[in-house]
């Protein structure tokens, strides 16, 4: 296993796990496991490995988050619906104090009123959304980007 120092966790909220047959024209039909290898291929392309962990509940994503400060330098996350009020994954990302970069495949903000807010943007570098799969890569990038300006 890489250092810490040069390992980035890829973190997956709700529905994710649905990436290629769920709504296509507002995915598309990549898998999660396709935008999965290309972050980590970007991820090894730039001297970092990365770990992908996906789920569907909240609490279990709280864990995962608990755990990643002495395992990662940073969170790539979309948390799908989590976005908009899941306050208890703010805090613990506030709480572990890694960097975060916020990603999402559509643009939130051209949708539905409801996805207007993101209660992970505070506790975030920074918010990539709208590029499809190539979100997941800009946020790998603009992280390690990040990590090596440190």
């Not at 390992?7 to 909220?13: D, I, P, T, V, W």
């Not at 994710?16 to 039909?29: F, K, V």
């Not at 539905?112 to 709208?130: F, K, M, N």
Request: charge should be neutral; avoid cysteine; aromatic fraction near 6%.
């Amino acid at each position: 296993m890489a250092a810490p120092h040069k390992r980035l966790l890829l973190l997956h909220g709700p529905n994710l796990n649905l990436l290629g047959t769920r709504e296509p024209a507002i995915y598309g039909t990549a898998t999660l496991a396709d935008h999965v290898s290309r972050a980590t291929a970007a991820a090894r392309s730039l001297g970092y490995e990365a770990d992908s962990e996906q789920s569907n509940d909240l609490g279990a994503l709280i864990g995962i988050v608990h755990q990643a400060g002495v395992r990662y330098a940073g969170i790539v996350l979309n948390a799908g619906a989590f976005t908009h009020f899941a306050w208890s994954l703010h805090d613990a990302l506030k709480s572990v104090g890694l960097p975060v970069v916020e990603v999402h495949l559509s643009n939130p903000a051209a949708r539905e009123p409801w996805r207007h807010e993101s209660v992970i943007a505070p506790v975030a570098i920074g918010s990539i959304a709208g590029f499809g799969g190539e979100s997941y890569v800009l946020g790998v990038q603009a992280l390690v980007r990040y990590l090596e300006s440190k």
